[in-house]
Nanobody
Framework: QVQLVESGGGLVQAGGSLRLSCAAS????????MGWFRQGPGKEREFVAA????????YYADSVKGRFTISRDNAKNTVYLQMNSLKPEDTAVYYC????????????????WGQGTQVTVSS
C-alpha cells in the first residue's frame, strides 16, 4: 500500500512559480512510475507529467512542456513538480499518482492517488 500526500500549492500571480511536492509512504515508491495530474473547474482530470522509476525518463503534456519540470528523490520517497511561467489556465487541483499500468498519460491506470493540492494563478 502506498499513501501519497501533496503539498506546495497556493495562490500565485501569472508568470510566477510554485514547487509541488508529493511525499510517499510505503516500500514500493522507488519501484513505481509517478505522475502528476490536474483538474480545473468544470474540467476532467488531465495528465501533466510523469517520471520513470530511475528518473531518467520524463513525460509532459504539451500544455506544460518547457514550463514544468518533474523530478524525484527516491531516497526521500518524494516526487516534485516545479512549475514556472504559470498561467491562469494552470489553475487546478493538482494530484500526485503512482504505480501505473499502461500509458503514463491515462489516469485510470494509476493505482494510488493523493488528496490533491490547489494551485490558483491570478491574472
Amino acid at each position: 500500500q502506498v499513501q501519497l500526500v501533496e503539498s506546495g500549492g497556493g495562490l500565485v500571480q501569472a508568470g510566477g512559480s510554485l514547487r509541488l511536492s508529493c511525499a510517499a509512504s510505503g516500500r514500493t515508491f522507488s519501484s513505481s512510475v509517478m505522475g502528476w495530474f490536474r483538474q480545473g473547474p468544470g474540467k476532467e482530470r488531465e495528465f501533466v507529467a510523469a517520471i520513470s522509476v530511475s528518473g531518467g525518463i520524463t513525460y509532459y503534456a504539451d500544455s506544460v512542456k518547457g514550463r514544468f519540470t518533474i523530478s524525484r528523490d527516491n531516497a526521500k520517497n518524494t516526487v516534485y513538480l516545479q512549475m514556472n511561467s504559470l498561467k491562469p489556465e494552470d489553475t487546478a487541483v493538482y494530484y500526485c499518482a503512482g504505480a501505473v499500468r499502461g500509458s503514463v498519460r491515462i489516469a485510470s491506470g494509476y493505482n494510488y492517488w493523493g488528496q490533491g493540492t490547489q494551485v490558483t494563478v491570478s491574472s
